[in-house]
T-cell receptor
């Protein structure tokens, strides 16, 4: 099964944009790219997902490389509430969602 | 209702006990999942049910026994667990792939301690 790799941690200043990278070089043509985030003592929360094209929603944007071997989650203006562990996940045709190692985002006031 | 409800929130059990974790959703989702999460690690997929049938078992030891009695409920039966099984157990549900809102909805988990 395809795997994802992410930096262990990143920092951002409040109200600045944040770019969280993810590598998924073994992705198959039918795998969807999902991003979730997890706050302490809570279950993961959906952020965004896509297949080939870039996606925008009220929380974030997802930029997918043309070869689909990497993607970037973009938070346009980081707030203190965005401090969390962000997971890049591949969803295959068998309803399997495999979590990457995650990036712990620290937002500095 | 966009919630996945898990009970209990906390559970302490001995290695000879039998206990069950419960998960419930009323979003009409026909895929349900069990994940295990150790501290400071990502969730690991354990089981997937699709239309109330077990479709994925990620080589989980038989001391964990899942059950999906109907489209809204998912149970995880525990028996003869080991201390290393102590973890946060997360339940999730989703709609079929490719549909609108195919995202995973997670419960807040059951924190399990095995003594």
């Amino acid at each position: 099964d395809a795997k994802t790799t992410q930096p262990n941690s990143m920092e951002s200043n409040e109200e600045e944009p944040v770019h969280l990278p993810c590598n998924h070089s073994t992705i198959s043509g039918t795998d969807y790219i999902h991003w979730y985030r997890q706050l302490p003592s809570q279950g993961p929360e959906y952020v965004i997902h896509g297949l080939t094209s870039n996606v925008n929603n009220r929380m974030a944007s997802l930029a997918i490389a043309e070869d689909r071997k990497s993607s970037t989650l973009i938070l346009h203006r980081a707030t203190l509430r965005d401090a969390a562990v962000y997971y890049c996940i591949l969803r295959n045709t068998g309803n399997q969602f495999y979590f990457g190692t995650g990036t712990s985002l620290t937002v500095i006031p | 209702d966009t919630e996945v409800t898990q009970t209990p929130k906390h559970l302490v059990m001995g290695m000879t006990n039998k206990k069950s974790l419960k998960c419930e959703q009323h979003m009409g989702h026909r895929a349900m999942y069990w994940y295990k999460q150790k501290a400071k690690k990502p969730p690991e997929l354990m089981f997937v049910y699709s239309y109330e049938k077990l479709s994925i078992n990620e080589s989980v030891p038989s001391r964990f026994s899942p059950e999906c009695p109907n489209s809204s409920l998912l149970n995880l039966h525990l028996h003869a667990l080991q201390p290393e099984d102590s973890a946060l157990y997360l339940c999730a549900s989703s709609r079929p792939r490719g549909t609108a809102n195919e995202k995973l909805f997670f419960g807040s988990g059951t924190q399990l301690s095995v003594l």
